[in-house]
């Protein structure tokens, strides 16, 4: 496991919370992966400051995929006992930004690289390193277009958020929205003449509420997650500038995460109606009352059947068992391209993701080292 604590030490060093940029870390990624002989190529983003990359190693189409995320979340607030951005070993615990959600799997991924290199493949190993994945898979899904006709067909991909390990065969997806209600500014002593924007926004979330409850009662659902159905949540609400002026504008910020099952546009279309109810109450007082919905983010849910030949893969792979997560990640992008995709990676999400003092521990990526030893020999002559 030396070239992986190697290879992590390094990854953890490069400061790549969502907000900056990860050209430095590419920069490493790629300059690895050249001097192994493996063909790259790096996808840009719009800003000129975050780039994704591609690689590949082995003859002809098929073969499998790993992918990972380079960015990570903040440090500022939570209080870190060690350096966040250097590799610090403490018995079987790695600590450091990252070492769990992802750089441990992308170490691995190095590894694997540097072990397929040194192989007579007759199917190509592929490689994604993606961007601002923390921020609502955002980095993936700008790199699909010019991503999908570079991969090809693989028969397999492993995305490796942390699972401790386990195939993971299923994860909700998501959207997000910012809601914006306007109403009518005045003074509170005349308060009952105007239409308040918090108003607005306090009925909005009674039927987001509503509709929670709906699902709970009436949607799909599904045993293997903690939470068996849909749900709605409101993170945000702000408005009001002062106790005595009555507010005309209020934002709210909520998300919908789905089972597969569940009719995502239809949940979608009941928001858009709820916001219509909402402000037709307050129109005859005020006729420009409305609520305005902008979506902010949004990524594909996870479904995989147990007995698909992806999961019998890396459950051989891996040698562990099936479970599904609550978090989401960047595979229902690459199974929206028709890949075959699961997820299984080092380290434990509800352990260690996204807290101060992160760490992974040796055990995790021995796991995930030997799984991908399992890969590189599955695809190999």
Request: glycine share 10%; hydrophobic share 40%; charged share 20%.
């Given at each position: ?16 919370v969502?907000?900056r940029?990860?050209l430095a ?9 050249q ?20 690689a590949?190693?082995?003859p ?13 979340v903040?440090?500022?607030g939570?209080?870190?006992?060690r ?16 070492t ?21 493949l ?58 914006v ?6 003074h ?18 009674a ?5 929670q409850?709906?699902?709970k009662?009436?949607g799909?659902?599904?045993a ?11 993170g ?6 002062a ?6 504008r ?15 546009a ?11 109810r ?11 009352a ?41 595979a ?15 380290g434990d ?6 807290k101060?003092?992160e ?23």
């Amino acid at each position: 496991m030396t070239r992986t604590l190697e290879h992590l030490e390094r990854l953890v060093g490069f400061d790549t919370v969502s907000h900056r940029s990860n050209l430095a870390i590419i920069d490493y990624i790629e300059g690895v992966l050249q001097t192994l002989g493996l063909r790259t190529t790096r996808l840009p983003d719009a800003s000129g400051r975050k780039a994704g990359l591609y690689a590949e190693t082995g003859p002809g189409d098929g073969g499998i995929l790993l992918s990972g995320h380079t960015d990570v979340v903040p440090v500022e607030g939570q209080e870190w006992t060690r350096d966040p951005f250097r590799l610090t070993p403490e018995g079987d615990r790695l600590y450091g930004r990252g070492t769990t959600d992802m750089k441990g799997y992308l170490a691995c991924m190095l590894s694997a690289a540097e072990l397929a290199a040194g192989q007579d493949l007759r199917e190509p190993l592929k490689l994604v390193f993606s961007h601002d994945e923390e921020i609502g898979c955002v980095g993936i899904q700008q790199m699909e277009a010019a991503l999908a006709p570079l991969l090809g067909q693989p028969r397999a991909c492993i995305v490796g958020e942390p699972t401790q390990m386990q195939v993971a065969i299923g994860h909700k997806g998501k959207a997000a929205w910012r809601a914006v209600c306007h109403g009518q500014a005045g003074h509170s002593a005349l308060a009952p003449g105007f239409v308040n924007a918090l108003h607005l926004a306090g009925d909005f979330m009674a039927e987001l509420r509503a509709l929670q409850a709906w699902l709970k009662e009436n949607g799909a659902r599904d045993a293997g997650y903690d939470i068996p159905y849909s749900t709605v949540h409101v993170g945000q609400l702000s408005g009001g500038l002062a106790v005595n002026m009555v507010p005309d504008r209020a934002e709210m910020h909520f998300e919908l995460r789905y089972l597969a099952a569940d009719p995502a546009a239809e949940i979608s279309q009941r928001i858009a109606q709820a916001t219509d109810r909402v402000a037709g109450r307050y129109q005859s007082t005020f006729p420009d009352a409305r609520i305005t919905l902008d979506q902010t983010t949004a990524y594909p849910g996870l479904d995989v059947a147990e007995d698909a030949e992806v999961t019998h893969l890396a459950r051989t792979c891996a040698q562990s068992d099936l479970t599904k997560v609550a978090f989401g990640t960047e595979a229902g992008v690459f199974d929206r391209l028709g890949i075959p995709t699961i997820v299984c990676g080092p380290g434990d999400m509800a352990g260690q993701g996204h807290k101060a003092d992160e760490y992974v521990t040796t055990g995790q990526l021995d796991a995930c080292d030997r799984m991908m030893a399992r890969l590189v020999e599955e695809i190999s002559r």
